[in-house]
């Protein structure tokens, strides 16, 4: 097993595992919507590996990341669209 | 902006045929700086958290990386390219020029997107989708799964869902199962294949594997909740967390078209050695053809040595012959698994197309082309650039989109515009 790490989601800490990509440990917080679309429908990733863009949230700040691509890190913050 | 210390040559792409293509030239004293989007090496295929995940040949391939001291920058990825020898680099975040004096890329594959209702609710996503997300760190675990897709890559991922405990429903292939029977018979040389499909097929055997079934519609509120599909001409209705649904992979091009290398029937075009139609630049693996890891291997080891300038080492009657079974296969795969007719359809005139810019279906006209497309109705324009919509379009109206503009992948603009003396907007 791997160590965890704690990550702060739309305000609430999360622990969660420290080895997993931020798009992969969203999912697995029950996340839907990392992103809404013009019609306010949630959106979520449909490619896991940088292609598709559904995934993107703000991290520590920094508008449009892909959480696909990134992994999560001690202290995180981290916005969805709810 | 910056310029990074010149390579003789950069590989594009940390999949088995860019680590192969890597290895190699760095072996015969190449200085080589490999350029990968993931945080670690082995491309989609070899996705991994920790190292002991990895199979033999992944192993022994990164170790030789290692050993020849390949430059290796992780989560990094190309951005333009002023010219062959001068790439435009993110590198983490810092944009530098790089230059280099031959160029292999090893782009990869992606899979191919099409629109039904349904298909933007969380929880759809797609067959190679799940399974990367479910290698990240996704637990699938006692999850109700359903996967419709096409092609070789439904096999492992469906093993990959039952073994990590999923509740494995469906797998829907939308080829007829005369041409699964096609597809099998020319691969019968190859008993690795065979022994490997049996495993996978052993280790779903629980769920059933229906040929000519494919996705109708998914349903559900802030998520999926339910999916309708069509199981050899009849509607079936079943509840599930996640449906992966996507229709085969197609190779990921955008640097090539951008460098302005010829791409054929979607793949980039190379001849024997590798080489593509722009002087230095060669290509590898799935960006050239769909065909799996062992026949991009054999790809990368031919280019590895060839940009060395050792044409007999690349020539060997051994790479020859296995790359050539390779080609072969990806042909077979390309033929056998066809996108039918009826997936055109799926979609109703609400569905969206394009998912970065919300158009849906019914807001273009099929008689338009991929440009007019993008002025009239802004398909493509979005944040993801049609890399997921272009196929679509391609497959429901015909259009051709040969356009690849920088920054290729994505936003970070400014960093971008800076390094190259551009003005940003």
Same mark, same amino acid.
């Given at each position: 097993m791997t160590d965890d790490v704690t990550i702060t989601v739309n305000g609430v800490p999360r622990r969660v595992p420290a080895d997993g990509t931020l798009a992969a440990v969203l999912l697995g917080l029950g996340v839907t919507a990392f992103r809404r679309d013009l019609g306010g429908a949630p959106r979520a990733p449909i490619c896991g590996m940088g292609t598709c863009h559904e995934c993107r949230v703000r991290v520590d700040g920094i508008d449009e990341v892909r959480s696909c691509l990134v992994s999560v890190r001690d202290g995180m913050q981290v916005e969805t669209a709810g | 902006m910056s310029r990074s210390r010149a390579m003789d040559l950069v590989v594009v792409g940390g999949g088995p045929a860019g680590l192969a293509a890597a290895a190699a030239a760095a072996e015969r004293g190449m200085q080589v700086l490999l350029i990968d989007q993931g945080r670690r090496l082995g491309g989609q295929i070899w996705r991994h958290r920790q190292s002991r995940e990895l199979p033999p040949e992944a192993q022994q391939l990164l170790d030789r990386v290692r050993t020849a001291r390949v430059t290796v920058a992780s989560e990094a990825r190309v951005l333009d390219a002023t010219s062959p020898r001068e790439l435009v680099v993110d590198f983490r975040g810092r944009v530098d020029l790089q230059p280099t004096e031959q160029l292999i890329l090893a782009t990869g594959a992606m899979e191919r997107f099409l629109p039904f209702p349904g298909w933007t609710l969380p929880?759809?996503?797609?067959?190679?989708? $799940?399974?990367?997300?479910?290698?990240?760190?996704?637990?699938?675990?006692?999850?109700?799964?359903?996967?419709?897709?096409?092609?070789?890559? $439904?096999?492992?991922?469906?093993?990959?869902?039952?073994?990590?405990?999923?509740?494995? $429903?469906?797998?829907?292939?939308?080829?007829?199962?005369?041409?699964?029977?096609?597809?099998?018979?020319?691969?019968?040389?190859?008993?690795?294949?065979?022994?490997?499909?049996?495993?996978?097929?052993?280790?779903?055997?629980?769920?059933?594997?229906?040929?000519?079934?494919?996705?109708?519609?998914?349903e559900g509120d802030d998520r999926l909740r339910e999916v309708v599909v069509s199981v050899r001409g009849r509607e079936r209705r079943l509840r599930c967390d996640w449906l992966g649904a996507a229709f085969g992979l197609v190779p990921h091009t955008d640097l090539?078209?951008?460098?302005?290398?010829?791409?054929?029937?979607?793949?980039? #075009?190379?001849?024997?050695?590798?080489?593509?139609?722009?002087?230095?630049?060669?290509?590898?693996?799935?960006?050239?053809?769909?065909? =799996?890891?062992?026949? =991009?291997?054999?790809?990368? @080891?031919?280019?590895?040595?060839?940009?060395? =300038?050792?044409?007999? #080492?690349?020539?060997?009657?051994?790479?020859?012959?296995?790359?050539?079974?390779?080609?072969?296969?990806?042909?077979?795969?390309?033929?056998?698994?066809?996108?039918?007719?009826?997936?055109?359809?799926?979609?109703?005139?609400?569905?969206?197309?394009c998912r970065c810019e919300d158009v849906p279906v019914g807001a273009v006209d099929p008689t338009?082309?991929?440009?007019?497309?993008?002025?009239?109705?802004?398909? =493509?324009?979005?944040?993801?650039?049609?890399?997921?919509?272009? @196929?679509?379009?391609?497959?429901?109206?015909?259009?051709?989109?040969?356009?690849?503009?920088?920054? $290729?992948? #994505?936003?970070?603009?400014?960093?971008?515009?800076?390094a190259i003396g551009r003005s940003g907007s």
């Open positions: - | 929880g759809v996503c797609g067959v190679g989708g $799940l399974q990367a997300l479910h290698k990240s760190g996704l637990t699938v675990a006692g999850s109700r799964v359903v996967l419709a897709g096409s092609g070789p890559l $439904l096999f492992p991922v469906a093993a990959a869902m039952a073994r990590a405990g999923a509740e494995l $429903l469906l797998v829907a292939e939308q080829a007829p199962r005369a041409a699964l029977i096609g597809f099998a018979a020319t691969v019968t040389r190859d008993i690795g294949k065979l022994v490997d499909a049996a495993s996978y097929r052993w280790a779903f055997a629980r769920t059933p594997f229906r040929t000519s079934s494919w996705v109708i519609r998914a090539a078209r951008l460098l302005g290398c010829d791409v054929i029937d979607e793949a980039i #075009a190379v001849d024997a050695l590798q080489r593509t139609s722009v002087e230095g630049v060669y290509a590898v693996g799935e960006c050239t053809g769909v065909k =799996g890891d062992a026949p =991009g291997m054999i790809e990368g @080891e031919i280019a590895g040595r060839a940009v060395t =300038g050792d044409l007999p #080492a690349a020539r060997a009657p051994k790479l020859v012959h296995a790359r050539g079974a390779g080609r072969h296969f990806a042909a077979a795969m390309a033929r056998h698994f066809a996108i039918r007719p009826e997936l055109r359809g799926l979609a109703t005139p609400e569905t969206l197309l338009w082309t991929a440009r007019q497309a993008k002025l009239y109705a802004r398909v =493509g324009m979005g944040s993801c650039q049609g890399a997921v919509c272009g @196929e679509a379009c391609k497959v429901l109206f015909g259009w051709q989109n040969n356009s690849a503009r920088p920054p $290729l992948g #994505a936003p970070m603009t400014g960093a971008w515009s800076d």
